[in-house]
């Protein structure tokens, strides 16, 4: 059989629209190769196979590298992903049957992988699954914040000098950089500092107005569960009000009944 890349190298000096016919999509069914099984190797978990556009993406890549070698790595994907979209819904056919192929061998191995597990590797495995659901849902989480045109928090005076100065700080690293700008800021006297000091209370101010403006926005277009939780500082001294008088009436109680206990000594 010729190897996968003569036979598309024709298509893509032409153009980057693939599976132009029945012919190019009978060749990608035979060029893909078989699904492999995700058995475990040193106790590591098996890997989560790849969707259709995934498996797609892995295939193609390399051809479009070698066909624009000075393209940067994220127009690469951007090409391939416009030739996934162009595809029909019978050439991205043979890429999501072995997806789902290889989804079922994943259930097998996986069922086989947590049958060996000690009940402490298992107590482990969950949490760690747990972790990264929470990373992808914090990661998601901040993608939408950002589409949606939140302002960025405030910086801090240090920050605010950091990135004023980070270009002409000394150190060939990120690292060495932010050290050496850390050892420069404490070298700077009270009345250097307090410029930046003062530059950083404006940009809360900044901050302050951006957000206020962001969330009636929010309101507006009906995601007030993005909107920040406030508690006024007339329900904080209410609560420890009625802390205050529930600690007097109790004082109080004992204060009669200990009255009463002597008087009846007394008498």
């Given at each position: 059989?010729?190897?996968?890349?003569?036979?598309?190298?024709?298509?893509?000096?032409?153009?980057?629209?693939?599976?132009?016919?029945?012919?190019?999509?009978?060749?990608?069914?035979?060029?893909?190769?078989?699904?492999?099984?995700?058995?475990?190797?040193?106790?590591?978990?098996?890997?989560?196979?790849l969707n259709g556009y995934?498996?797609?993406?892995?295939?193609?890549?390399?051809?479009?590298?070698?066909?624009?070698?000075?393209?940067?790595?994220?127009?690469?994907?951007?090409?391939?992903?416009?030739?996934?979209?162009?595809?029909?819904?019978?050439?991205?056919?043979?890429?999501?049957?072995?997806?789902?192929?290889?989804?079922?061998?994943?259930?097998?191995?996986?069922?086989?992988?947590?049958?060996?597990?000690?009940?402490?590797?298992?107590?482990?495995?969950?949490?760690?699954?747990?972790?990264?659901?929470?990373?992808?849902?914090?990661?998601?989480?901040?993608?939408?914040?950002?589409?949606?045109?939140?302002?960025?928090?405030?910086?801090?005076?240090?920050?605010?000098?950091?990135?004023?100065?980070?270009?002409?700080?000394?150190?060939?690293?990120?690292?060495?950089?932010?050290?050496?700008?850390?050892?420069?800021?404490?070298?700077?006297?009270?009345?250097?500092?307090?410029?930046?000091?003062?530059?950083?209370?404006?940009?809360?101010?900044?901050?302050?107005?951006e957000m206020k403006s962001?969330?009636?926005?929010?309101?507006?277009?009906?995601r007030e569960d993005l909107?920040?939780?406030?508690?006024?500082?007339?329900?904080?001294?209410?609560?420890?009000?009625?802390?205050?008088?529930?600690?007097?009436?109790?004082?109080?109680?004992?204060?009669?009944?200990?009255?009463?206990?002597?008087?009846?000594?007394?008498?």
């Amino acid at each position: 059989m010729a190897p996968f890349g003569l036979l598309f190298s024709g298509l893509l000096k032409k153009s980057l629209s693939l599976f132009s016919d029945a012919s190019s999509l009978i060749r990608v069914v035979n060029v893909i190769p078989a699904v492999k099984s995700f058995t475990t190797s040193a106790g590591a978990p098996p890997k989560r196979p790849l969707n259709g556009y995934m498996r797609f993406v892995k295939q193609q890549q390399p051809l479009v590298v070698r066909e624009y070698p000075d393209v940067k790595a994220v127009d690469v994907i951007r090409k391939i992903a416009h030739q996934w979209r162009t595809l029909t819904a019978d050439q991205k056919q043979p890429f999501q049957q072995l997806s789902v192929v290889a989804r079922e061998q994943f259930k097998v191995d996986m069922q086989r992988y947590q049958s060996q597990l000690t009940p402490a590797q298992a107590a482990a495995l969950k949490q760690e699954r747990r972790r990264r659901l929470a990373k992808r849902k914090a990661i998601r989480r901040k993608r939408e914040l950002n589409s949606l045109g939140k302002p960025k928090r405030p910086r801090s005076s240090f920050n605010i000098f950091m990135a004023e100065h980070f270009e002409e700080s000394k150190g060939t690293t990120t690292q060495g950089k932010m050290k050496m700008l850390r050892e420069d800021w404490t070298k700077l006297s009270t009345s250097q500092q307090q410029v930046y000091v003062q530059l950083a209370e404006d940009d809360k101010v900044r901050y302050k107005n951006e957000m206020k403006s962001w969330e009636e926005h929010m309101m507006d277009i009906g995601r007030e569960d993005l909107i920040r939780r406030k508690e006024t500082h007339k329900d904080k001294t209410a609560t420890k009000g009625g802390k205050q008088k529930s600690k007097v009436k109790v004082v109080k109680t004992k204060s009669v009944g200990a009255t009463t206990a002597r008087s009846g000594k007394k008498a």
